[in-house]
């Protein structure tokens, strides 16, 4: 397979240090990013109304809310918001940015008042209608949240016919029927179906339709619904916990113990992404979507915007330690050690047992090479919290920094005893031992962690990577293989079998596998690339297909802007198989121009052999 075949990137996500995770250093959430429909929806931010149409008042006053609580910065950006909105008291959007402070910051009926107005005076405006649903909801008034939501559907249709949102929103619909669920059943089951006919296995809307089937006493079809939504999305903890209490009604133990430690109390439907809310919540200035976004915005190396966001944070939060820690970990990415061991140092002095701070120092300190220091930060953390895995990642990756990956070890070793029957720090501590060169111990671990839970995804997963990299490829086929069949849509688990699968010729195995990918996932280019070089250079005539290689390959090439080589070469093989070999030279001298600039000489020297093969008007097989 050419040179940038996605599985070939199987293993990203387990070395170690790897990319600090953002909020708390121990997990990450990712925001989305403005597409047309965020951006059109951003330009309106929603209200909603307590009846399907708002009635005109004579007069408004602006809602009073005390604020005497929050954060100076905070108060004055609110008091500035109040300004603007009484300055401009017929502007709906002035008004709606106080009612998103008030929502996220003060009480849900000063919001709500803000967002009424604006709905009065723009009764089409999309997201006013949007917010105002939301804060009904947020303040327990179903029935009006309801009405609101009724509102935000009929303006969503208009809005997708004059072409100001892109498509229905998933997430609107996920959320208007979990309202649903008890008032009016069918409607809410109507809505869920929707979903699951644009996206078939969007895991909320089976456990929605779980929920609608269970309120109906159909307990056979609700636990179906469950079972798809684990299927699908094996970390959906709510879901879990349904199934435990529907599984020990019917009287099946057995499953239900399986998943009763996986499960928790909560019981809620979570809507996917919805980037509505998310622009509500930026609007509001909400600390845990500001720091999300500088989180998104430094992994994309958008430092400054990183830090204009943080600035936000900063203002919103009142013990300072979330920003002031989210900043450490910007200086440490844009690699100024310094700066962020001083932010890690101030978050500490604020807060001595934050410990992702502990974490944060000790990794600015390993790059400044004051080892020592980080070392016993490390211990000591460890030494309190004995299974903290980002600690045990953090410390590991030092002592391999340093050369002393075999004192990590003992380390790894008390995790592993402090934990004896939990499967989840035995993979993650057989991943970071393997990873610092320990790989008899790493793969004992991981294996153990198999052995504890087989239906733990996330530890086959992990097994099969390992396998790989020990060159045991038979076995990492057969636990790859095995997380896929527990959840069909994981798709790092699909990029490491397909790779085994190249690897081992079998290459009827190798398209089923990534037309079964692209079911779950239709625009991932590394899927796309992996099929489109298949069928247009597998050595076996019956199984190649060179038009629908073209297709593919040029769909994956558009959504890379046409600037990978490794896809650009992919599409020449695919030009080449279809006998369009003036496009096939075209497409490989770009690559190797490309691979060239980047320095790529291995990738140039492939290139160049196919070149040879289209100059001659030849196509490229695989193994010839």
């Known amino acids: 397979m050419n040179t940038r075949c996605p599985g070939r990137r199987w293993c990203v996500g387990l070395v170690l240090g790897s990319l600090v995770l953002w909020i708390g250093g121990c997990e990450s959430k990712e925001s989305p990013s403005k597409d047309k429909e965020s951006t059109a929806a951003s330009d309106a931010l929603t209200a909603e109304g307590g009846t399907a149409e708002p009635t005109a008042a004579p007069t408004f006053e602006l809602p009073e809310a005390d604020v005497s609580g929050l954060p100076i910065p905070l108060q004055r950006r609110i008091g500035a918001a109040r ?55 947020r303040d327990g008034k179903a029935g009006q949240a309801i009405a609101a939501y009724e509102k935000v559907l009929a303006l969503e249709e208009k809005y997708i016919a004059e072409g100001k949102l892109p498509a229905p929103s998933v ?17 809410a089951e109507s809505l869920f179906r929707e979903v699951i006919e644009v996206k078939a296995n969007e895991p909320a809307a089976h456990y929605g339709l779980g929920r609608c089937a269970l309120a109906a006493g159909q307990k056979d079809e609700a636990l179906q619904h469950y079972r798809k939504a684990v299927e699908v999305r094996a970390d959906y903890v709510p879901v879990r916990s349904a199934l435990v209490e529907l599984l020990e009604e019917m009287g099946q133990a057995e499953e239900a113990a399986e998943h009763r430690a996986k499960a928790t109390a909560e019981d809620r439907i979570l809507p996917v992404v919805d980037v509505h809310e998310m622009n509500l919540m930026r609007q509001g200035f909400n600390l845990e979507v500001l720091v999300s976004d500088a989180g998104v915005l430094a992994q994309r190396g958008d430092f400054a915007r990183a830090e204009q966001a943080l600035r936000g944070a900063a203002d919103v939060d009142a013990k300072g330690v979330l920003s002031r820690h ?34 944060g120092l000790a990794r600015a300190l390993g790059l400044l090479e004051q080892s020592e220091e980080a070392e016993q930060l490390l211990r000591d953390v460890l030494e309190a919290e004995p299974t903290h895995i980002g600690a045990l990642r953090q410390f590991c990756t030092l002592m391999a920094a340093v050369d002393t990956p075999d004192k990590a070890l003992p380390i790894c070793t008390n995790v592993l005893e402090a934990a004896p029957d939990d499967a989840v720090v035995h993979y993650q501590v057989g991943d970071f031992l ?36 020990h060159r045991d490829f038979e076995d990492a086929r057969v636990h ?24 081992a010729r079998d290459f009827p195995a190798l398209i089923q596998c990534c ?30 297909n060179p038009e629908e290689a073209v297709e593919l390959a040029d769909k994956a090439a558009k959504m890379a802007n046409y600037s990978d ?26 690559a190797i121009q490309m691979a060239q600039a980047a320095k790529q000489p291995l990738a140039v020297r492939k290139y160049l052999a196919r070149q040879t093969l289209y100059e001659a008007d030849k196509p490229y097989y695989e193994g010839e």
């Open 83 to 137: 300004t603007a909105a009484r300055r401009e008291p017929e502007n709906p959007r002035k008004i709606a940015e106080l009612g998103a402070l008030y929502l996220v910051h003060g009480p849900p009926l000063a919001a709500i008042s803000c967002f009424q107005r604006a709905t009065q005076l723009e009764p089409d405006g999309f997201s006013w209608w949007h917010a105002l649903a939301r804060a009904y909801e």
């Open 434 to 469: 393997f990873g610092i060169g320990l790989e008899d111990d790493g793969l004992k671990a991981a294996q153990r962690a198999v052995e504890m839970d087989p239906e733990l995804t996330a530890a086959r997963y992990t097994l099969s990577v390992l396998l790989t990299r």
């Open 326 to 359: 989210s900043l450490g970990l910007l200086r440490v990415m844009e690699g100024k050690p310094e700066e962020a061991a001083t932010a890690f140092r101030d978050v500490l002095e604020r807060d001595p047992e934050f410990t992702p701070a502990k974490i």
């Open 171 to 187: 997430a609107l619909r996920i959320r208007f029927a979990a309202l649903l669920i008890e008032s009016d059943r069918g409607r």
């Open 565 to 590: 080589d490794g896809v650009l070469d992919t599409l020449a093989a695919a030009y080449a198989a279809a006998g369009r070999f003036d496009e096939a030279r075209q497409r490989i001298a770009e």
């Open 480 to 503: 790859a293989e095995e997380a896929l069949r527990q959840v069909p849509s994981f798709l790092a688990a699909r990029l490491v079998l397909i790779d085994l699968l190249f690897g």
């Open 515 to 544: 037309r079964e990918g692209l079911e779950y996932a239709p625009n991932t280019p590394r899927l796309l690339n992996a099929l489109a070089w298949t069928l247009a250079t597998c050595p076996v005539a019956d199984l190649r």
